[in-house]
């Protein structure tokens, strides 16, 4: 008895909420997302913040006593954003979007960020099929807080058409097949090539929808499609995946799948970042921004192997991600020796000279990360 009364409470303010606030459903044009909305109109009254008349513009004077970005926060849940307690400013929260409502598994999809002085917010829902994009500004002047246009633009949605690729040909096959990546492994990972050029095209996909594209050249050059989201490359595979592989390269991650490891994705690009003491906060940290743009998916995972390239810069990223990762579940790979002097540099090489058996157990083999540290701390 006690423990259903318990659980009960639990649902209770959404439950009274409603209740008490359908004379706000009916004196608002709160549209048809009634239960989000009703909530998140009526919890204003939980907050010191007094709600200005339903037809008064807010202004200035109003906000006078009252912390702007309480008032901020009213201007959102009036659009059915409920801030919670991580909602303050300088920081990313992740909040339920009123819009999709998380979808089937009802998660907290939309990253609402309220700058410094709290006269503005902006927000993007990270489900590919919502991907509602905003800002609010507490005086309802555009351009305001000098924030430029730019940084609010968020990604458009792609299609293979629009990019203009296509299934590779014969010769990006046989690269690949020299590589050792099969057809098959190309196919399911949606690798493309320009129209009617050599070149190659990884596509970046979230829940199956192209978000950004990086293109390759045969002599090794690099560039983005404009407009492409900051995410690991294979993220839909790791969707539910209690241990993770990051390698530093598409062409690394094609290669775990031919020794046998799906759950494993790719940093966009190389470059660790500066190695300060200190980690800048996650909203100034631009270099690892789609470590945090992946955030949800990583959050969930107990176990990941760093199998980045056996250089300095490869080692850098290592340190740079487990730091930030956390070291305490953190893998490292023990790249095999190639000769006398030297070692092999990344999975492709293994896949390559070794095979994919021979990959699989340099995965298996991987060793925990405060580990290899301390000994890399003994040689020095
Ligand atoms: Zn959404």
Redesign the pocket.
């Known amino acids: 008895m006690l423990i259903s009364l318990s659980s009960l409470c639990l649902y209770r303010p959404l439950r009274t909420t409603l209740f008490f606030s359908t004379h706000h459903l009916l004196s608002t044009p709160l549209s048809s997302n009634s239960l989000v909305h009703i909530w998140s109109y009526s919890s204003s009254h939980s907050t010191q913040v007094s709600i200005a008349p339903a037809n008064v513009e807010q202004n200035e004077e109003q906000t006078i006593g009252v912390p702007k970005v309480d008032v901020l926060k009213q201007k959102l849940e009036l659009l059915g954003i409920i801030c919670d307690s991580s909602c303050v400013p300088g920081h990313y929260s992740n909040l339920l ?1 009123p ?2 409502n998380g979808g089937q598994s009802m998660e907290r ?2 990253s609402l960020y309220i700058v410094q002085k709290g006269d503005l917010a902006r927000w993007r ?1 990270f ?1 590919t099929d ?1 991907n ?1 994009a905003e800002q609010v500004f507490l005086d309802g002047k555009a351009g305001h807080d000098g924030v430029k246009e730019k940084e609010v633009q968020f990604s458009r949605q792609m299609t293979k058409e629009s990019l203009r690729l296509e299934p590779p040909g014969e010769k990006l096959t046989a690269y690949f097949s020299e590589r050792m990546i099969s057809e098959k492994t190309l196919w399911r990972n949606g690798v493309m090539q320009l129209s009617s050029e050599d070149v190659m095209a990884f596509t970046y996909r979230q829940n199956g929808l192209l978000v950004g594209c990086k293109y390759r050249t045969i002599q090794k050059r690099f560039w983005l499609e404009k407009g492409s989201a900051k995410i690991l490359y294979g993220i839909d595979d790791i969707n539910d995946a209690a241990e993770v592989i990051i390698v530093e390269g598409e062409i690394d991650k094609l290669s775990m799948e031919e020794a046998g490891f799906c759950n494993c994705v790719s940093v966009p690009g190389a470059g660790a970042g500066k190695n300060s003491a200190k980690l800048p906060p996650m909203e100034k940290d631009t270099a690892f921004r789609y470590l945090w743009n992946s955030k949800l998916y990583l959050d969930k995972v107990s176990r990941i192997i760093l199998a980045t390239d056996n250089d300095a810069p490869g080692q850098a990223l290592a340190r740079a991600l487990a730091r930030r990762l956390g070291t305490y579940r953190c893998w490292q790979v023990r790249w095999p020796k190639k000769d006398e002097f030297s070692c092999f540099k990344d999975a492709n090489e293994v896949l390559k000279y070794m095979g994919p058996d021979a990959l699989r157990k340099v995965i298996e083999s991987s060793e925990p990360y405060q580990q290899c540290v301390s000994e890399a701390d003994k040689v020095v």
Do not use: H, N, T, V
Request: proline content about 0%; glycine content about 0%; hydrophobic content about 20%.
């Open positions: 979007c819009k999709c999809s939309l829902c489900r919502c509602w």
